[in-house]
Each structure stands twice: as C-alpha cells, then as structure tokens.
C-alpha cells in the first residue's frame, strides 16, 4: 500500500486552486486543526452527512460521554473512536435518565448500559479536515465541534469533498509573505512589527519565569511577599502552575504571581529574616521581664541568628540588622548580668545553681527532658526516651481491618435489581402496559365465527347476529338459517384471538418499551464499608490510642532513678 492514495482509489476530486481560500471581500483562512502530512479535504457542497458507522450503539456502564447538543427531548453524544466517531441520540425518557448523571465537565457518567441510536455526522461548507491516515475503505480525518476535536471516518466513494496537499492556511499565508505580512495572534501585520513583538513576547516570558523561580525559593525559605507590601511568613505546600500553596499559622492559601511584589531574591530573603529576627528579639524582651531566662537565651539565639543572614547586597535590612544586633547585645550583657548575680547558669535553655551544674556535668550526667539528670546508659532504648512503644497488633494506625462479607473490594449489588441490571417500571408498576376493553371483542372475550355451507359470504358481527346478502338476519346460537339466494351456514362463538379470551388488551407503557422494566445499576457502592473492601475496628490492644507504655522502662522514658545533687561534704577543721 502506497504512503499516500491516489486520488481515484479514495474517491476524491484534486483542488490546485484553494478551495478554502479567502474570496473576494471574504475572511482569511483559519489555521487547521492540526498541520498533516498527508493533506486536507474541503467540504465543497452546502452540507454533508457522514453516514454512522452502524445504526445503534450499546453504551457500557461507566462511561463518560461528552453532550454535544440538548433539545427538549433529546441528548445528542459524542463517542469517540479512531476507527471513526459517532453520534449517539438519546430521548429524554426515564429509562434512560435513571442511569445517567450530567458532570460539571459538561458530560454524562451512564450508571448502567442503554442502547443507543446513532445520527450522521454533518459537514459544512468550507470546512477543512486534516487528513490522519488512510486505508482502502477511506479517510481518517479531524473534526471540530463544541470544543470537542475527534476522528471522523470518511468512505472513499464520498462526494462532495476536494482534496489538496497544502491547507487554504498555509497557501494564504505565503502569499501573505509576498506582502511582507507575518500571521501573529490571529492577525497578518508586518514582517518587522511581528518579530519586534515575539522578541518582546520571549523576553516577558523569560522575565515571567525567571521572577517565577525566585517566588520558588523565597517561598522555601519561608517567606513571601505581596504587591501591598504584606510579609508572609509560613511554610511553601505545594504548586500548580503559576500559583503557590502556602500555610500561615495554620491556614492554607493559594497566591499566584499576579498577588507577589516581583523583587529580587535578596531583597524577599532580607525582609523575611528582619522581619522574624525583630519578632525573635521582641519575644526575647518579653521573656527576659517575666524572668524567664532560658527562654530569654533561646530567643536572642535564634534573632541573632536571624540578623546575621542579612548581608550588605540590601542596604536598608542590613543596617537594621546592624542597629538591631546592638540592641540584642545589651539584652544579652543584662542576662548574664543576672545569672553571675544570682549565681546561677543556663544549660540547654534551663537554669540551675552553678554548683549543682558543675557537679552533674562532671559526673557525665545527662540532662533528660530538661527536667531530670541521668547517666549514659539510663535512657530506654526500646522505646527512644519517649517511654511509648508503637502497639504490635494495629502497627500504629488504631484500628484493625477485616475484609468486608457483604462486597468484593467495595462492590456491592444492587439491592434494588439484586444485580441483574432491571427494575420494575414505576409507571406502569412492572405490568408492561396498561388494560383497556378489547377493540376486537368489546370486552366479552369471544367472537363470532360463521361456516358457511354452500360458499355464500356471510357478514357477521362480534356481539350479534349474522347478515347474510339477500337473506335474512340471524340471531346469536349457532343456528341455521337461508334466505333467497343465499346458501345454508351456521356461527358459532369461539375466544378472542386479540385478547385471548380475557376481553382486555395492553397499552405498551412508554417509559419501559412495554417490557415492565427500566435498565438499573447491577452494583452500587458498598453501604458497609464505604466501597473500602475492608471494615475497620478499634484495636482492642490499644484502645485506639496507637500506642502502648514500654516495658522496659515502665512508660518513664529512662531505667532506674534520677541522678541527684550530692553536694560535696565539708571538711571540718
């Protein structure tokens, strides 16, 4: 089979001249769906049908369909396919609209499976489809509608289509070249004028994303800034796009670029670091009035810390860095102050006696928890100090799962149709129909049926006597009778072939079809466990808690006893 098809074997007619082109006073050509090797096809006539490829089409339960069109009694569906798509028809009847569930996507979710019917594709004059691939039978080609692009099947004996291996774009666009015309954002203007605006378009662009990278990091470091002049101050999420999530005292919120100052790195860094080494020394002076000196010293710690990321590249933070690491300093002199005073000293942000510290600190103490004082090996390994262990029957979690006996992995059937797919009509209650007096019988449920002997026509009537030409009538019974030229008969009654005797006949119901049911879900989501497949139980173990005391230290943490202050004893003289 060759690359490309000649055009007799698909059926098509070779357009040279440009039969999408722009026309006199017309509008140029837009650009094709997608550019294609292979070439394009126009839609030469008013309209065009594109037969379906079969005339109904069952629709599984699952699917998600795109909606086209809604009239008001209809859905019209796109199925896409590359062997070629097609249209479904759906009437709005209950049947169909019990299973199907319209999604915010614009599209419809089918619960359970219906049969569709399927309606031609149309074409328009002037349309230009690229062309995918080609076989034998015909052409795959791109089609466009309702923002939905999908294959379309085109047999090779279509008419009314022209074929050219450039697009009435591309043929327009290099006469527009002629012109010194260049095609950007969806206008032709000078050649000069278009380059100058896609060198300034990539020079936005590469700013955009450089300004980009440098809200990445300052977000990383815990610290953004906003057009207002607004420090925030938190920890970077997540991203979607050009957009960051960041959390701020516990509260997640979305800023995109369009919300940030676009200002160096530095300058973002710098302002973050003042901002939370002011908090830090303000935190400091408040602990250092309440005589809560350790955490005086944490504090001036993490301020000075702070302050001396700040370097000269911003001069402004930098010398508020500088007058602020002054203030610090005599904060810190006023600390010490009261500690050589009272003869105390911090040790891991907690005060003791300077004695008593020396005396553990010679000793190899450790410092526990910062309450108590240990030896090396006192600490609990099993469970890290932390005097809990993890439980051994739920590993942690709380809860212990069992499979769920009332569904496979969270799929139950349904309780209504107990998995078989149909439920009674609620229209017609699962009847079919509805009873109405036989038409043939007028309800009695028999009939007249005349034999006649001599091959005279005998005209009789359901619920009376037989007339017979030339004759008299007759009454009901089953007698004989004659009549001047007529020949000898007798009727008989006999059931209603129409009602079967019962003198009723049915009126097809029009939501079930006549069948007493409508097409229902076979499964539903397991109501015991939530479509999880398992159930989860408190574990018994830990009640729930995740956790259990260590054995081996009894829940302290640590072995044996704390390590006391033994004051060395005086010597008496």
Not at 14 to 27: P, T
Not at 94 to 104: G, Q, S
Not at 291 to 308: C, D, I, S, V
Not at 525 to 553: D, E, F, M, R, S
Request: proline share 6%; aromatic share 6%.
């Amino acid at each position: 089979m060759k690359k490309i098809f000649g055009l007799a074997l698909l059926g098509l007619s070779l357009s040279l001249g440009a039969a999408n082109e722009m026309g006199k006073g017309g509008a140029p050509p837009s650009k094709p769906l997608q550019s294609s090797a292979l070439g394009y096809l126009t839609v030469s006539p008013e309209s065009l049908q594109l037969p379906p490829m079969q005339n109904k089409y069952f629709i599984m339960p699952q699917s998600e369909l795109p909606l086209l069109e809604e009239s008001q009694d209809s859905y019209m569906l796109l199925l896409k396919q590359d062997s070629g798509s097609m249209l479904c028809v759906l009437p709005k009847q209950k049947r169909y609209t019990l299973v199907m569930d319209l999604l915010p996507n614009g599209s419809i979710r089918f619960r359970g499976g219906v049969e569709a019917k399927t309606s031609p594709i149309i074409l328009k004059k002037g349309e230009e489809l690229p062309l995918l691939r080609q076989d034998e039978e015909g052409n795959y080609a791109l089609l466009s509608r309702k923002k939905q692009i999908f294959t379309v099947f085109i047999p090779r004996d279509t008419a009314g289509l022209s074929f050219d291996k450039r697009s009435a774009f591309e043929k327009y666009n290099e006469a527009q070249k002629q012109k010194n015309l260049k095609y950007y954002q969806g206008a032709w203007i000078p050649v000069e004028e278009a380059n100058a605006r896609e060198k300034e378009a990539s020079g936005i662009k590469e700013s955009q994303e450089t300004q980009w990278q440098i809200f990445l990091k300052a977000a990383a470091e815990g610290y953004l800034l906003r057009k207002n002049g607004q420090l925030v101050t938190g920890k970077l999420k997540g991203q979607d796009q050009r957009q960051l999530l960041f959390e701020t005292n516990g509260t997640e919120t979305w800023l995109g670029c369009e919300d940030l100052a676009p200002l160096p790195l530095e300058q973002i860094l710098a302002q973050g670091r003042l901002f939370e080494g002011n908090a830090s020394l303000s935190d400091a002076l408040a602990c250092f009035l309440k005589n809560e000196l350790g955490e005086t010293a944490r504090n001036l710690e993490k301020a000075q810390a702070k302050f001396r990321q700040i370097d000269a590249s911003t001069p402004d933070a930098y010398n508020s860095a500088l007058g602020k690491l002054k203030e610090l300093g005599k904060l810190q002199g006023d600390l010490e102050g009261i500690l050589k005073e009272d003869g105390t000293a911090l040790y891991q942000y907690q005060v003791f006696p300077r004695e008593e510290l020396r005396y553990h600190l010679a000793s190899n103490h450790i410092l526990f928890k910062g309450k108590i004082w240990l030896l090396p090996d006192q600490p609990c390994t099993q469970c890290k100090c932390e005097g809990q262990i993890t439980c051994p029957s739920c590993k942690g979690v709380g809860s212990t799962t069992t499979v769920c006996a009332k569904c496979q992995q969270g799929i139950a059937p349904c309780p209504i149709c107990n998995g078989e797919g149909w439920k009674d009509c609620q229209t017609c209650k699962g009847n079919g129909g509805f009873p109405r007096i036989c038409s043939k019988c007028g309800g009695t449920g028999l009939i007249w049926k005349t034999i006649v002997s001599h091959g005279s026509m005998i005209i009789y009537t359901p619920g009376g006597g037989a007339i017979v030409p030339n004759g008299p009538a007759t009454s009901a019974g089953g007698a004989e009778t004659g009549g001047a030229g007529a020949s000898s008969y007798k009727y008989v009654e006999e059931q209603c072939p129409l009602c079967l005797g019962t003198g009723e006949e049915k009126i097809p119901c029009a939501d079930c079809g006549g069948r007493g049911s409508i097409p229902c879900p076979k499964t539903q989501t397991c109501p015991y466990c939530k479509g999880k497949g398992v159930i989860k139980n408190t574990c018994q173990t830990c009640n729930g808690q995740k956790k259990l005391p260590c054995p081996a230290c009894e829940g302290k943490g640590y072995k044996g006893a704390p390590q006391d202050y033994s004051p060395p004893a005086v010597k008496s003289e």
